[in-house]
């Protein structure tokens, strides 16, 4: 065991070599860039020889990164599955569901809170991500997601249809209520929803069916996506 070198800057290691970033590297285990930067200059100091070379903004892997990768890829791997079966089996009397914040917050959490009261023990757990690329689709019994109900092969059922209206305060409403859509688009404090996957429903595809004639929907107030949490339900 004295010959292995430090097991987190291993982990960190793979992350940067599979993900080609250190950047991309560091959003994947929710640490900071400089964390990253500093666990692989702690291996290469292990090892005695450099990793990763910089070529303009290019970061690439050194011939010992390939031939360290290599040898460790697999046996990261089998932990992995190893430990997933062990999880899955220590939780076998409990489910498990990914889904959004606010699905979970507004939708599911109640329901399951009347279970309980209900006097049901099946036991839940909730973990949510904003994003459908974070979500531990692997690790999770079922998973709550909008979309067209195509995922990789898994087996869906719709639960719902999206219904979406513009809201805002008393107040606001009254003043703009007889505003025509093309004036709302262009004067009006909207609040657009940051998401580069563009999945939700925004104020384009409103303007698209209500003002065609407005070429560019003005950008004013931004909501930005909450951190991934995990909550368990009795």
Same mark, same amino acid.
């Given at each position: 065991?004295?010959?292995?070198?430090?097991?987190?800057?291993?982990?960190?290691f793979?992350?940067?070599?599979?993900?080609?970033?250190?950047?991309?590297?560091?959003?994947?285990?929710?640490?900071?860039?400089?964390?990253?930067?500093?666990?692989?200059?702690?291996?290469?100091?292990?090892?005695?020889?450099?990793?990763?070379?910089?070529?303009?903004?290019?970061?690439?892997?050194?011939?010992?990164?390939?031939?360290?990768?290599?040898?460790?890829?697999?046996?990261?791997?089998?932990i992995?599955?190893?430990?997933?079966?062990i999880?899955?089996?220590?939780?076998?009397?409990? %489910?498990? #569901? !990914?889904t959004?914040?606010?699905?979970?917050?507004y939708?599911?959490? *109640?329901?399951?809170a009347? @279970?309980? +009261? &209900?006097g049901?023990?099946l036991?839940?757990?909730?973990?949510?991500?904003?994003?459908?690329?974070?979500?531990?689709?692997?690790?999770?019994?079922?998973?709550?997601?909008?979309?067209?109900?195509?995922?990789?092969?898994r087996?869906?059922i719709?639960?719902?249809?999206?219904?979406? %209206?513009? #809201? !805002?305060?008393?107040?606001?409403?009254r003043?703009?209520?007889?505003? *025509?859509?093309a004036?709302? @688009?262009? +004067? &009006?404090?909207?609040?657009?929803?940051e998401?580069?996957?563009?999945?939700?429903?925004?104020?384009?595809?409103?303007?698209?069916?209500?003002?065609?004639e407005?070429?560019?929907?003005?950008?004013?107030?931004?909501?930005?996506?909450t951190?991934?949490?995990?909550?368990?339900?009795?």
């Amino acid at each position: 065991m004295s010959d292995l070198p430090p097991l987190k800057a291993v982990r960190a290691f793979e992350a940067c070599y599979r993900l080609g970033s250190f950047g991309r590297a560091a959003r994947s285990l929710n640490v900071g860039q400089p964390a990253i930067s500093h666990q692989i200059r702690l291996l290469e100091t292990d090892l005695g020889t450099r990793l990763f070379q910089k070529r303009g903004s290019q970061t690439l892997p050194t011939a010992a990164a390939h031939q360290l990768y290599a040898a460790i890829a697999p046996a990261l791997d089998t932990i992995g599955r190893a430990s997933q079966a062990i999880r899955r089996r220590v939780r076998s009397r409990a %489910v498990t #569901v !990914a889904t959004y914040p606010g699905i979970a917050a507004y939708w599911l959490l *109640p329901r399951l809170a009347r @279970l309980s +009261e &209900a006097g049901d023990r099946l036991a839940v757990r909730v973990t949510t991500a904003e994003r459908d690329a974070d979500m531990p689709l692997d690790e999770v019994d079922c998973a709550i997601l909008f979309g067209h109900g195509d995922w990789g092969g898994r087996r869906s059922i719709a639960l719902m249809a999206e219904s979406v %209206v513009p #809201v !805002a305060s008393p107040a606001l409403a009254r003043r703009l209520k007889s505003w *025509p859509p093309a004036r709302l @688009l262009a +004067e &009006a404090p909207l609040i657009h929803l940051e998401d580069p996957e563009r999945r939700w429903f925004d104020w384009s595809d409103w303007r698209d069916r209500f003002a065609p004639e407005i070429a560019e929907v003005p950008r004013t107030t931004t909501g930005s996506p909450t951190t991934a949490r995990t909550s368990t339900v009795p």
